[in-house]
Structures are given as C-alpha cells and as structure tokens.
C-alpha cells in the first residue's frame, strides 16, 4: 500500500507521509543516510532554494498536523531569523527521530523535543508581533549592528583578560579561570 498525498485546503502545497524531509537533490544535508542539521549561515546560493523549499514543506506539514496557529508560527516565520532556526533544528531531529535505524522511543523523543522547542517558538512568535496579513521586522540590538569604539575597546580587553587567565590555568601559573 503506497502513500496517499495530503493536499492543504486553499493552496497547492502538499506533503505525502512518511517522505523523508532531507534535501536530497545536492546529497548536501544528508551523510550517510542520515540527517545533517542546517547551518543557514553556511548555506550556499546553490542549495538555498532547495534547503527553503524542504523547509516550507516541512513547516507546513507540521502546522497542519499539530494544528498550530500565528502564535506559534507566524505566517511570515521565514522573515525571523530565530524562528527559521528552530524549525530547521526541529526538522532536523524529526528526521533523525522517524529514521529507520532509529529506535522504537525515537518519535516519543522527538515529541519530548517538539514540547520544549514549542514553547520557544511561542516566545518568539509573541516576540514578533506578527499576525495574519500583518508583518513586523524584527530589530536586533544597536550594539550588535553598529559597534562603538568602546564597545570594540572592552570586548578586546576582556578577551585578552580572558586569555591570560587561561594560559595561567594550563600552565599551573593560577590555576583558576576569572579569579
């Protein structure tokens, strides 16, 4: 008995159960058969619309089997950075949850991670502002964006503070990190 495709109402998107999410065109997120997280900021332009295009799918599939709502996935989660990096984690590790090698207690494990990651994704979401039709850009933190001299200046010192205190430890000259 083959799989049935599942259409969702009102669009053309569609998914057919038990289809393994990975993109498999490129071979480049899975190694040996099993699931590779994806790192976006290593994406190449090569691979991104196929790396989107799984994701999409994904997330819509799961949208609609957990009957979630724009409080948990806003509509416009592709626009949010962290939410397009909990989706990709949690697509990931339902692949490897529902793989054939895995054991008999992987989906409940991935249930067990699907719990925590929904709360954050709810956090997010709220975070967002977003509704339906309704899209808010996300603002990253000034210092993050734009650097001041004196923020460059006691990161540096900081770091090289740090340093010193880690070469002391290993060399038995201290013997304790940030004393």
Known sequence: MGWRRIHFPGTSRGFTPGRRWGVTSSGARRAGGRERPVGWDRVSAAEAPAQWAALDRWVCWLVTR???????????????????EELSALRGAHGAAFGPSQPASGPADWHTTF??????????????????????????ADWATNRDPGYNRDLAAFTAADERARWAAETGADGALFG
């Open 115 to 140: 719990g925590f990651t929904h709360a954050r994704m709810r956090d997010w979401g709220a975070r967002t502002g977003c509704k339906p039709g309704q899209h808010r850009d996300d603002t990253p």
């Open 66 to 84: 957990y009957a979630l709502d724009h409080r948990d996935v806003p509509p416009c989660w592709y626009r949010h950075g962290p939410l397009i």
